[in-house]
């Protein structure tokens, strides 16, 4: 079972920023995308932003031009860039991978790492 963990998250003044990634335990193939989610108390799981094949990525609409994902393929590290932070992007940010099973997708889940925005 493959296993993603994040680090980076913290606390952090509005304004600031903030790095996080997430590392594989082993090499993963038959990816078909890498994700960011967050999600704070009483809500539901966001998708944040999604890295496809291709290189092309898609945000979610409150953290465009403020936020950024990539990838380093060498070392299967998914990293989101998070600038101008806000109060309300507070949350647990999850990484996901999702890689192409026998017959249907399979979703891999890190932990989460806790991300506060306060002054």
């Known amino acids: 079972q493959v296993q993603l963990a994040e680090s980076g998250g913290g606390l952090v003044q509005p304004g600031g920023s903030l790095r996080l990634s997430c590392a594989a335990s082993?090499?993963?193939?038959?990816?078909?995308?890498m994700a960011w989610y967050r999600q704070s108390p009483g809500n539901q799981r966001d998708m944040v932003a999604l890295?496809?094949?291709?290189?092309?990525?898609i945000y979610a609409e409150s953290v465009k031009g403020r936020f950024t994902v990539s990838r380093d393929s060498a070392t299967n590290t998914l990293y989101l860039q998070m600038n101008r932070l806000r109060p309300e992007d507070t949350a647990v940010y999850y990484c996901?991978?999702?890689?192409?099973?026998?017959?249907?997708?399979?979703?891999?889940w890190g932990q989460g790492t806790q991300v506060t925005v306060s002054s």
């Open positions: 996901n991978v999702q890689t192409m099973g026998v017959s249907s997708p399979i979703d891999h």
């Open positions: 082993e090499t993963l193939t038959k990816i078909t995308s």
């Open positions: 890295l496809v094949g291709g290189g092309s990525t």
